[in-house]
């Protein structure tokens, strides 16, 4: 069975500062995707990044960094000098070889002006 | 392709009434998916759809919950003699199993209040 888990339910953190979200998923799939989305308060889920299972080169995109860890199977991303516009609800999620997306739980965001 | 979209947003019901939702994926993409999101909690798989066929169903999804996609384009999602513990926000998302790209899209969702 698979299973994502996201152990912080709530952050808060103050602008500019940096925020790590962790993610550790289980599967027994040796081929599989993760993924970080994105529910502001506006509701709508908004797809952030994706790694495959195969690479586990750790990347940057601008603010954002994500450290994929196969070892521990966890997926954690961060965020770089915060801003208030950050706050929100994210999500990790597992897409395994059967192409069936589940969601963490999901860790609330809050940045402090 | 403005991306998925669902209809309506929000439905208000009175329990025991039978509801509809309407998913239009994004046109190019093959899954599609259902979920049903509670307050302060993540999106809960209930189907999903490759193309017309629907390859699963979770066993949370009482007989009370249906869905199509005919014809492997829109879908529907349809809840049969409403309770009171079906207001949620369900969810639709739609991917596709080609070109390197996996993650899913998702509506807005429509809202469920029943009363």
């Known amino acids: 069975a698979q299973k994502v888990t996201q152990a912080q339910t709530e952050i808060s953190v103050v602008e500019k500062e940096d925020v790590t979200l962790d993610c550790v998923y289980e599967t027994r799939d040796t081929t599989y995707y993760l993924f970080w989305y994105k529910q502001p308060p506006s509701g709508e889920l908004v797809f952030l990044i994706r790694r495959n299972s195969f690479d586990e080169q750790n990347e940057i995109s601008g603010r954002y960094s994500w450290n994929f860890q196969k070892s521990t199977s966890s997926f954690n991303f961060t965020i770089t000098a915060s801003q208030v516009v950050d706050s929100a609800v994210y999500f990790c999620?597992?897409?395994?070889?059967?192409?069936?997306?589940?969601f963490g739980k999901g860790t609330r965001l809050h940045i402090l002006p | 392709d403005t991306g998925v979209s669902q209809d309506p947003r929000h439905k208000i019901t009175k329990r025991g009434q039978n509801v509809t939702f309407r998913c239009d994926p994004i046109?190019?993409?093959?899954?599609l998916y259902w979920y049903r999101q509670t307050l302060g909690q993540g999106p809960e798989f209930l189907t999903y759809?490759?193309?017309?066929?629907?390859?699963?169903k979770s066993r949370l999804l009482s007989d009370r919950f249906s869905a199509e996609r005919p014809k492997g384009s829109f879908s529907t999602l349809e809840i049969q003699r409403t309770e009171q513990g079906d207001s949620a926000m369900y969810l639709c998302a739609s991917s596709s199993s080609f070109g390197g790209f996996p993650e899913a899209f998702f509506g807005q969702g429509t809202r469920l209040t029943v009363v």
């Open positions: 999620a597992l897409r395994g070889r059967d192409d069936k997306i589940i």
């Open positions: 759809f490759q193309n017309e066929a629907q390859l699963e």
């Open positions: 046109s190019e993409h093959n899954r």
